[in-house]
Every structure is written in structure tokens, then in C-alpha cells.
């Protein structure tokens, strides 16, 4: 569309620019409230401006934690969020991409069956299983390790049904070419299917490592030891009382840092994501 | 190389046949076209031949060897695609290379294998890149070249050429005539379009609702027709069809007061018949000598043709003139056809009447 209106184009900016403000201004907060002493936090009004104590706040989060509440060093926190949002990432993609690559390409009894199953659970959110989930993990003696962080969490039917829509529109032709040049089902997976499904994995990788790096619900449970916190629940165990019985300064500098590598995914991520928008493969 | 042979061929989906026992055979190094309109079962008797369908009774043997049973890999034989499915993410030389690495070949092997089909096919400068980076002409050649560099015994083509537009189709047509005059491998051709089946096929098989209604060379199919259907859809344009009955020897009544002579066949006077003569057999002559007479309702000109359109009561027929008639709409013509060129048919079986 092509017109020139310049009030038009004045109020969409203006539009525009408010959204970022009322985005952009409580990170901006918080960014402030991480280089400033508690002392200047609590004051009325909170001063808008970054103070001076952003190293001195920042490395003790890093290296020692708060003092009141949790009192882990934030770089643990980071490491177990970073191994529980790649390990589900990486799970959810490898386990997806395996299970709809059989549900498309063979057939087998109670296929569909199957496929339902797996298309039911979508409706059915990680809460709501909660209980008897927990029971299981610490039955199975999993409470305060990796793998009772990231298992429960893996298996996923939304990566699995996106594989498979994906799986659909790839002609049938490509598959019966390789059966005709040779390729058995694993060939065809590796050589073709995979590489096809390139820019899919990358947007599913995105979504599913935000998805990991952002769980509080279900490493509220498993986890009681401070070794094995992640971020998001640091962040929450340092919060121990009113106002003045935190440390404000710390807890907004884990928060800081409890944004970047989301942020650093999605930015490095991008070019994939536009890529598999603008070109399709097939 | 090797010849295929179809023995009693049949497919059916659940309860419904599709195909209903073709019997065939394709000698070694022989073009062989099979041609029908959509749905008669053509690709399906293809895809049997591929491996790509399970044939559910009869036998296909390429060779010797009978390979109802054996995998598309361990069949030796080479598809072309309509689509072409190429593989998107491969480059012009490892689509091509791709079969050979499965086997196993060596690199060197595999190099001259793909530079020799690069080379016939004219994709030489081509083979860096991307299938998307292609026009659909380059991408045929690169499906065919795919096909070539693995030496099968057996070429099968899925109608490779309804993608193209009119003027790559017929010069693609070309390419693969000359293809097979260099490397006289079998070869089965699946079209819809009976142009590609006359101009290719050193025989052909027509085939309609899954049967295999006649086999032979494209002027035998075109001179002598065995069912009406064969006779309507060979040719264009198409066979002209007149109701008619038997008036005594040699000659067939039509509804209109027309009478059609023919020199081959015995018709009871009486019988209902469907007379068939080809657009280009009718002439124009005078009323003495004529078939029928008939009013002209439409002219189309295409240049070095004219289509005449000629009603003859509740019949129609079209009448192909060469360029430089001044007919006008409306007058009346008088024709008639070369009693050898009048085909009859039953009209319930469509079997022709000999």
C-alpha cells in the first residue's frame, strides 16, 4: 500500500513508540536498580539514572550470591539453567523429529492411534500431571539431578506435530527418488529429511530453549539443593521477606543476566528464522 | 538392457480393480509410450513396473527375472518424475551422484559417471547449482541425467514433460528422442498427450479404464483402430462419430438422409453402427458424390489448417481443409471421405467392425 499521509504516519510512530516505552522502561528499571547500593533503591522515588556499583553488584551475584535467602553463586544458576534449556531443546528436537519421521513414512498398526495420543497430551499442560509426574521423578530417585530437571519436560507433542505438518508437504516423489536410487529409511532420514527440515529445527530450537530456560513450576519441585537451582528459581529463593529484607540490587542483576543468553539465541537465531520464512526448500 | 514383460497384470485398491489384466511385452531397447486420459491406470501401471505399487496379481519381468517381489533398488531401473523430485538441498552433481554413492562406487567412478551424463545432457555448466536456481527445462534434463548416470536396464518417464510449456515440451521431446537413439536403453513413456505418444513411441499402448486397449505402432494404432475409444483418441483433432444402420452392401445409412459408403467390413442392413472418419479424410465435393450434406456452423482458422465445423442434423463433424478456403458460416456442404478411410464400430462394445 502507498499513500502519503503524514498525520497517519505521525500517529502510527507515535502508536509504535509508546509500545516500546511501556516494554522497554521495566527492563530499563531493573537494568538502573542493578548498579545502584539497596540504600538508593529504597529511596523515594528510585533514582533513573545508573549508579556506580554495576561490577561490584554483578560480580558477587556471579561469584557469591546473595547474602540473604539463596546464597548460591548465580554463574552455578546459569550453567543448570543452560544444561536444563539445551537438554530439553536438543531432546524435544531429536525425540519430535524421530517419532513423526515414523508416523509420516510407515505404516504400521494403530498408526493413527498413536498419532492421536501424542495429539491429545497437547491439550494437556504440564500442571495438570503435575503431581503424579513428581511422584514418578522421585520415585525413580531423579529429585535434585539433571536428568530429573529435563526428562519429565522432554517429551513434547507440539515439536512432533509441527515435524509433522512439516513431513507433509515434502512430496511424496522425493521419498519414492530415493527409494528408486537406493536409500533405505535411515538414508532417506539423514540424506533428505534432515537436511530438508533445517530452518524448522533452528525455529523449534528457539522456542523449545526459551521454553526450558524459562521453567519455574516443575525445578521449584525437584529441586532443593542450592547446587542444583536454576536461575529462574534463584532469582525467586532470593526473595525472602518485605521490602527492605532483600537485596534488591542483586536479585535485579540476576535478572539481567537471567535474560541474556534467551536474548543472545533469539538475535543469533534470527537469520534462520527469516530464512525459513522467505525460501522454501522443496 | 533388458525387454519387460507384462503377464495378466492386475491392480486393485481393496474391492475396486483399477487395472484389469494387460498383457504386454516391451522388446529390449524399445521405446514403448503407454498413452490414455487421466485415471485409465496408465502411472499406476508404471509405478508396478518401479516398484513404487505392489502389483496384486499377475507378473512383470524385467529380463528374465520376475519382480513382483523385489525392492524399486534391485529392480535396475531409472525414474523420471513429473515434478521431477529433485532432491532440494543437493546440487545438479550430487543429485545426480546421489544413487552411485548409495551403491557405493568409488569417487572416480562416480565422477566420470556424472561428468559422461553431464555431458550428453548439456549440464556441464550447470552442475554447481541448487535445483531452485533452474529453469524447468534445465531441471527435466538434470531429472533425466539422474536417471542416466546409473546405466539401468530399464528408463521409466511419469509423464516428465506436462510441466514445460508448448515450446520446451517439444523441444524436450526432441532431447529425449535423441537420448535414446544414443543409448538404446528400454524405455516406458507414460503421457496423456497423444502428440508426445505418436511422435516417440516405436509402439504404443493405449489403454482406457484400466485395459490395454491396443497395442502397436503409432501409425498401426492411427491407420487401423481397434475400438472406437483407440480411434477417438489418437488423432487431432479427433475422429468424427455418426450414428448409422446398415443399408445393403458396402453401405451405412446415417440419421439424416446421408449415405456412407466403406470398403471394409460386413454390416446387416438394419444394424446400428457408429460410423468414424478422420477430419483430414472428409473433402468437399460435389453434391453427387457426397456422403452428406450439411451446414457449415463454425470456421477455425490455424493457419496452415481450417477446421470446418459441419452440422448434419442432430451429428456434427469437423472437416480439416488446408489454408485458403472463403467458406462463409452458414452454406451448405456437400461431403464425402475415401470408402477405405470409413471405420465402423459397434455401438454398445466399441469394437470395430471388420
Same mark, same amino acid.
Given at each position: 500500500?502507498?499513500?502519503?499521509?503524514?498525520?497517519?504516519?505521525?500517529?502510527?510512530?507515535?502508536?509504535?513508540?509508546?509500545?516500546?516505552?511501556?516494554?522497554?522502561?521495566?527492563?530499563?528499571?531493573?537494568?538502573?536498580?542493578?548498579?545502584?547500593?539497596?540504600?538508593?533503591?529504597?529511596?523515594?522515588?528510585?533514582?533513573?539514572?545508573?549508579?556506580?556499583?554495576?561490577?561490584?553488584?554483578?560480580?558477587?551475584?556471579?561469584?557469591?550470591?546473595?547474602?540473604?535467602?539463596?546464597?548460591?553463586?548465580?554463574?552455578?544458576?546459569?550453567?543448570?539453567?543452560?544444561?536444563?534449556?539445551?537438554?530439553?531443546?536438543?531432546?524435544?528436537?531429536?525425540?519430535?523429529?524421530?517419532?513423526?519421521?515414523?508416523?509420516?513414512?510407515?505404516?504400521?498398526?494403530?498408526?493413527?492411534?498413536?498419532?492421536?495420543?501424542?495429539?491429545?497430551?497437547?491439550?494437556?499442560?504440564?500442571?495438570?500431571?503435575?503431581?503424579?509426574?513428581?511422584?514418578?521423578?522421585?520415585?525413580?530417585?531423579?529429585?535434585?539431578?539433571?536428568?530429573?530437571?529435563?526428562?519429565?519436560?522432554?517429551?513434547?507433542?507440539?515439536?512432533?506435530?509441527?515435524?509433522?505438518?512439516?513431513?507433509?508437504?515434502?512430496?511424496?516423489?522425493? /521419498?519414492? /527418488?530415493?527409494?528408486?536410487?537406493?536409500?533405505?529409511?535411515?538414508?532417506?532420514?539423514?540424506?533428505?529429511?534432515?537436511?530438508?527440515?533445517?530452518?524448522?529445527?533452528?525455529?523449534?530450537?528457539?522456542?523449545?530453549?526459551?521454553?526450558?530456560?524459562?521453567?519455574?513450576?516443575?525445578?521449584?519441585?525437584?529441586?532443593?539443593?542450592?547446587?542444583?537451582?536454576?536461575?529462574?528459581?534463584?532469582?525467586?529463593?532470593?526473595?525472602?521477606?518485605?521490602?527492605?529484607?532483600?537485596?534488591?540490587?542483586?536479585?535485579?542483576?540476576?535478572?539481567?543476566?537471567?535474560?541474556?543468553?534467551?536474548?543472545?539465541?533469539?538475535?543469533?537465531?534470527?537469520?534462520?528464522?527469516?530464512?525459513?520464512?522467505?525460501?522454501?526448500?522443496? | 538392457?533388458?525387454?519387460?514383460?507384462?503377464?495378466?497384470?492386475?491392480?486393485?485398491?481393496?474391492?475396486?480393480?483399477?487395472?484389469?489384466?494387460?498383457?504386454?511385452?516391451?522388446?529390449?531397447?524399445?521405446?514403448?509410450?503407454?498413452?490414455?486420459?487421466?485415471?485409465?491406470?496408465?502411472?499406476?501401471?508404471?509405478?508396478?513396473?518401479?516398484?513404487?505399487?505392489?502389483?496384486?496379481?499377475?507378473?512383470?519381468?524385467?529380463?528374465?527375472?520376475?519382480?513382483?517381489?523385489?525392492?524399486?533398488?534391485?529392480?535396475?531401473?531409472?525414474?523420471?518424475?513429473?515434478?521431477?523430485?529433485?532432491?532440494?538441498?543437493?546440487?545438479?552433481?550430487?543429485?545426480?551422484?546421489?544413487?552411485?554413492?548409495?551403491?557405493?562406487?568409488?569417487?572416480?567412478?562416480?565422477?566420470?559417471?556424472?561428468?559422461?551424463?553431464?555431458?550428453?545432457?548439456?549440464?556441464?555448466?550447470?552442475?554447481?547449482?541448487?535445483?531452485?536456481?533452474?529453469?524447468?527445462?534445465?531441471?527435466?534434463?538434470?531429472?533425466?541425467?539422474?536417471?542416466?548416470?546409473?546405466?539401468?536396464?530399464?528408463?521409466?518417464?511419469?509423464?516428465?514433460?506436462?510441466?514445460?510449456?508448448?515450446?520446451?515440451?517439444?523441444?524436450?521431446?526432441?532431447?529425449?528422442?535423441?537420448?535414446?537413439?544414443?543409448?538404446?536403453?528400454?524405455?516406458?513413456?507414460?503421457?496423456?498427450?497423444?502428440?508426445?505418444?505418436?511422435?516417440?513411441?516405436?509402439?504404443?499402448?493405449?489403454?482406457?479404464?484400466?485395459?490395454?486397449?491396443?497395442?502397436?505402432?503409432?501409425?498401426?494404432?492411427?491407420?487401423?483402430?481397434?475400438?472406437?475409444?483407440?480411434?477417438?483418441?489418437?488423432?487431432?483433432?479427433?475422429?468424427?462419430?455418426?450414428?448409422?444402420?446398415?443399408?445393403?452392401?458396402?453401405?451405412?445409412?446415417?440419421?439424416?438422409?446421408?449415405?456412407?459408403?466403406?470398403?471394409?467390413?460386413?454390416?446387416?442392413?438394419?444394424?446400428?453402427?457408429?460410423?468414424?472418419?478422420?477430419?483430414?479424410?472428409?473433402?468437399?465435393?460435389?453434391?453427387?458424390?457426397?456422403?452428406?450434406?450439411?451446414?457449415?456452423?463454425?470456421?477455425?482458422?490455424?493457419?496452415?489448417?481450417?477446421?470446418?465445423?459441419?452440422?448434419?442434423?442432430?451429428?456434427?463433424?469437423?472437416?480439416?481443409?488446408?489454408?485458403?478456403?472463403?467458406?462463409?458460416?452458414?452454406?451448405?456442404?456437400?461431403?464425402?471421405?475415401?470408402?477405405?478411410?470409413?471405420?465402423?464400430?459397434?455401438?454398445?462394445?466399441?469394437?470395430?467392425?471388420?
Amino acid at each position: 500500500m502507498v499513500e502519503n499521509r503524514p498525520w497517519v504516519t505521525f500517529l502510527s510512530h507515535a502508536v509504535l513508540i509508546a509500545g516500546v516505552v511501556v516494554v522497554a522502561f521495566p527492563l530499563y528499571v531493573t537494568f538502573v536498580a542493578s548498579t545502584l547500593t539497596l540504600d538508593q533503591i529504597v529511596q523515594v522515588p528510585m533514582p533513573l539514572l545508573p549508579g556506580d556499583h554495576l561490577i561490584e553488584n554483578y560480580s558477587q551475584v556471579l561469584t557469591a550470591g546473595s547474602t540473604k535467602g539463596s546464597s548460591a553463586a548465580v554463574s552455578t544458576m546459569l550453567m543448570n539453567s543452560l544444561i536444563m534449556a539445551l537438554t530439553i531443546a536438543i531432546g524435544k528436537i531429536a525425540i519430535s523429529v524421530i517419532a513423526s519421521f515414523a508416523i509420516v513414512y510407515f505404516r504400521f498398526p494403530l498408526r493413527h492411534f498413536f498419532f492421536w495420543m501424542i495429539f491429545v497430551t497437547l491439550m494437556l499442560p504440564v500442571e495438570v500431571r503435575i503431581i503424579p509426574t513428581f511422584k514418578v521423578a522421585s520415585d525413580l530417585g531423579l529429585l535434585d539431578t539433571y536428568a530429573g530437571l529435563t526428562l519429565p519436560l522432554i517429551a513434547s507433542a507440539t515439536a512432533t506435530f509441527l515435524f509433522r505438518q512439516f513431513f507433509l508437504t515434502i512430496p511424496e516423489e522425493l /521419498a519414492e /527418488a530415493a527409494r528408486i536410487d537406493g536409500a533405505g529409511p535411515i538414508r532417506f532420514f539423514l540424506d533428505v529429511v534432515l537436511p530438508l527440515s533445517k530452518t524448522i529445527i533452528a525455529a523449534l530450537f528457539v522456542i523449545q530453549f526459551i521454553y526450558g530456560w524459562n521453567q519455574y513450576l516443575w525445578p521449584l519441585l525437584v529441586t532443593s539443593q542450592e547446587s542444583m537451582y536454576t536461575t529462574v528459581i534463584g532469582i525467586r529463593r532470593m526473595i525472602v521477606g518485605g521490602d527492605a529484607a532483600n537485596e534488591w540490587q542483586l536479585i535485579m542483576a540476576t535478572a539481567m543476566l537471567a535474560l541474556l543468553p534467551p536474548a543472545v539465541v533469539v538475535i543469533t537465531m534470527q537469520r534462520w528464522f527469516v530464512k525459513g520464512l522467505v525460501e522454501t526448500e522443496k | 538392457m533388458a525387454k519387460v514383460t507384462f503377464r495378466n497384470v492386475r491392480k486393485s485398491y481393496g474391492s475396486l480393480e483399477v487395472i484389469h489384466g494387460v498383457d504386454a511385452e516391451v522388446a529390449d531397447g524399445e521405446f514403448i509410450v503407454i498413452v490414455g486420459p487421466s485415471g485409465c491406470g496408465k502411472s499406476t501401471l508404471l509405478r508396478m513396473v518401479a516398484g513404487l505399487e505392489v502389483i496384486t496379481s499377475g507378473e512383470i519381468a524385467i529380463g528374465d527375472t520376475v519382480v513382483n517381489r523385489l525392492e524399486p533398488k534391485d529392480r535396475d531401473i531409472a525414474m523420471v518424475f513429473q515434478n521431477y523430485a529433485l532432491y532440494p538441498h543437493m546440487s545438479v552433481y550430487d543429485n545426480m551422484a546421489y544413487g552411485l554413492r548409495i551403491r557405493g562406487k568409488s569417487k572416480s567412478e562416480i565422477d566420470a559417471a556424472v561428468q559422461r551424463a553431464a555431458g550428453i545432457l548439456e549440464l556441464a555448466p550447470l552442475l554447481a547449482r541448487k535445483p531452485r536456481e533452474l529453469s524447468g527445462g534445465q531441471r527435466q534434463r538434470v531429472a533425466m541425467g539422474r536417471a542416466i548416470v546409473r546405466e539401468p536396464k530399464v528408463f521409466l518417464f511419469d509423464e516428465p514433460l506436462s510441466n514445460l510449456d508448448a515450446k520446451l515440451r517439444v523441444q524436450m521431446r526432441f532431447e529425449i528422442q535423441k537420448l535414446h537413439r544414443k543409448l538404446g536403453t528400454t524405455s516406458l513413456y507414460v503421457t496423456h498427450d497423444q502428440v508426445e505418444a505418436m511422435t516417440l513411441a516405436h509402439r504404443m499402448i493405449v489403454m482406457n479404464a484400466g485395459r490395454a486397449e491396443q497395442v502397436g505402432s503409432p501409425m498401426e494404432v492411427y491407420e487401423n483402430p481397434a475400438t472406437r475409444f483407440v480411434a477417438g483418441f489418437i488423432g487431432s483433432p479427433s475422429m468424427n462419430f455418426l450414428a448409422g444402420k446398415g443399408a445393403g452392401a458396402g453401405k451405412v445409412a446415417l440419421g439424416h438422409g446421408g449415405i456412407v459408403r466403406f470398403a471394409e467390413g460386413q454390416v446387416e442392413t438394419g444394424r446400428e453402427v457408429v460410423v468414424g472418419i478422420r477430419p483430414e479424410h472428409l473433402e468437399v465435393v460435389d453434391p453427387a458424390n457426397a456422403f452428406f450434406a450439411g451446414t457449415v456452423e463454425l470456421i477455425e482458422q490455424l493457419g496452415a489448417d481450417t477446421l470446418i465445423h459441419v452440422a448434419h442434423g442432430a451429428d456434427a463433424a469437423v472437416v480439416r481443409r488446408p489454408h485458403g478456403d472463403s467458406l462463409e458460416t452458414g452454406a451448405e456442404l456437400h461431403v464425402a471421405a475415401d470408402p477405405s478411410r470409413v471405420y465402423l464400430f459397434d455401438p454398445q462394445s466399441g469394437a470395430r467392425i471388420r
